[in-house]
């Protein structure tokens, strides 16, 4: 069995940003950690009356568990996190407007002449047996139940040149990419910046619309499995994901069309080097058999993904199979 790391950060060992923190802990590649992680607002949003402008104070906002120090890693190699599990640790979680967040509001990068949003708290019941996450409209009796799907907002490792960036900010280390597509079964891939990586992670989600529209998905703490391994000397630019049946690029960058960009860049490119294919000829396979998943249109960077289905790539595979590896780990735990 592989070594077995248990985390579970008190609220003052909460991190706020990836770089400029010295590691929680070691932990050797091939080693499972578990954790446990708070929500976007620390867990104090805990009712409708509790409004996040008031009892969270910026910028303590987007806590992450960790880093930790990966043995071995150094700049140049590439780190994996395989998801196990990833399950709310309470039965309600919660949801919110700002009235200067979000994708439909003025915001101080986006002024306009016009009154802010009124802030507004949504809790939602989460029946973890049943998987469902019910949400109840705040001004009506209207409910409706939604499929839960938990995933993390919020994943990374430290950025390179001493730099220290806010966990609300997703870039080429990670950060708040806030994809759905990052949930149990799915193996993330960073280039490592810093001897040790020094990853960490929070920010879950019991479920979240792709962009994230009003910039705060149904947030909630969450207990979280991971398998950690360390490829050498193999660079990974821009985030990465791999699941069962897909290969996913992410960019993240203001404006949108660039961080389009850049994952459909980086996922290009990858199918070349993976297939053998001329780099046209992989541009125009992913122009016809690509998605184009949306992560977040609301941080002080936007995030994409470009995604393609494995069956198309006629049997290349991805970091020499590493995601099948780390797969068959997972299945014993």
């Not at 890693?73 to 407007?97: C, K, Q, Y």
């Not at 993390?152 to 730099?163: I, K, S």
């Not at 069956?311 to 014993?332: C, E, F, K, P, S």
Request: with cysteine; proline share 7%; aromatic share 8%.
């Amino acid at each position: 069995m592989p070594d077995v790391v248990e985390y579970r950060p008190t609220a003052d060992e909460l991190a706020y940003t990836f770089g400029g923190r010295p590691a929680v802990a070691r932990v050797k590649p091939g080693a499972v950690v578990r954790m446990s992680t708070e929500d976007c607002f620390g867990g104090k949003v805990r009712g409708t009356g509790d409004l996040p402008t008031t009892v969270v104070q910026f910028p303590y906002l987007n806590p992450v568990s960790g880093p930790f120090h990966v043995e071995g890693a150094e700049p140049g190699d590439t780190l994996a996190l395989h998801f196990v599990s990833i399950e709310p640790a309470r039965d309600w979680a919660v949801s919110s407007t700002f009235p200067h967040f979000g994708a439909l509001t003025s915001t101080s990068h986006t002024a306009t002449l016009q009154p802010p949003l009124e802030e507004r708290v949504w809790v939602y019941e989460l029946d973890r047996s049943a998987r469902l996450v019910r949400f109840q409209a705040s001004r009506s009796s209207f409910t409706v139940d939604l499929p839960m799907d938990p995933m993390h907002g919020t994943v990374g490792v430290a950025p390179a040149a001493f730099e220290a960036k806010m966990t609300i900010t997703p870039d080429a280390h990670g950060g708040n990419m806030d994809t759905p597509e990052l949930r149990a079964g799915v193996t993330v891939y960073f280039g490592v910046n810093v001897d040790g990586a020094l990853f960490a992670l929070g920010d879950g989600h019991a479920r979240q619309g792709h962009g994230e529209v009003s910039g705060v998905a149904v947030e909630a703490a969450m207990e979280t499995t991971v398998v950690v391994e360390l490829l050498k000397g193999v660079s990974t630019p821009w985030p990465r994901l791999e699941s069962d049946d897909h290969l996913m690029s992410t960019g993240s960058a203001r404006p949108l069309e660039d961080a389009y960009r850049i994952s459909q860049h980086d996922l290009v490119t990858w199918v070349s080097s993976l297939t053998g294919l001329d780099e046209l000829d992989a541009y125009q396979l992913v122009s016809q058999a690509g998605e184009a998943p949306v992560g977040n249109v609301c941080d002080t960077n936007y995030t994409m993904v470009a995604k393609i289905a494995k069956q198309y790539l006629g049997g290349a595979t991805a970091y020499d199979g590493v995601h099948a590896q780390l797969r068959q780990i997972a299945a014993v735990l």
